[in-house]
């Protein structure tokens, strides 16, 4: 009998230090600031052409909005591929003295940005 090995990827989980060392960059995607302030980023909902046309037939958008909140818009802003987590965490610790538990946030947000694919370290 073959026994089926259990092919899960385990997924590395950096240590504080590790992490406060990566270079966040942003992916290409259309943004900009409005009114407010704060940044709209643009995000295709589909990468293929069929998921494209079928918007196109259904006659809706084939993007949509993602609408980041003032610490985002800094974190966002700030992901330029030159400055590391530590960097922005200081510039966050500046601007948003009042807030608690900034680190955790920042981690949470950058980790979230990953998974969704919106940038990379």
Avoid: H
Avoid at 6 to 32: A, C
Avoid at 81 to 101: M, S
């Amino acid at each position: 009998m073959l026994k089926r090995k259990n092919k899960q990827k385990k997924t590395y989980l950096p240590t504080v230090e590790e992490f406060l060392t990566y270079v966040p960059l942003r992916k290409d995607y259309e943004w900009f600031v409005n009114k407010q302030g704060l940044v709209q980023i643009i995000i295709p909902k589909f990468t293929g052409s069929l998921g494209k046309s079928f918007c196109k037939i259904i006659k809706k958008g084939d993007t949509f909005t993602a609408n980041m909140d003032k610490i985002g818009t800094v974190v966002w802003t700030n992901c330029d591929g030159k400055k590391n987590v530590q960097d922005i965490l200081e510039v966050l610790k500046k601007e948003f003295a009042e807030e608690g538990e900034i680190d955790q946030r920042l981690f949470l947000f950058l980790q979230q940005m990953k998974a969704l694919n919106y940038l990379t370290y």
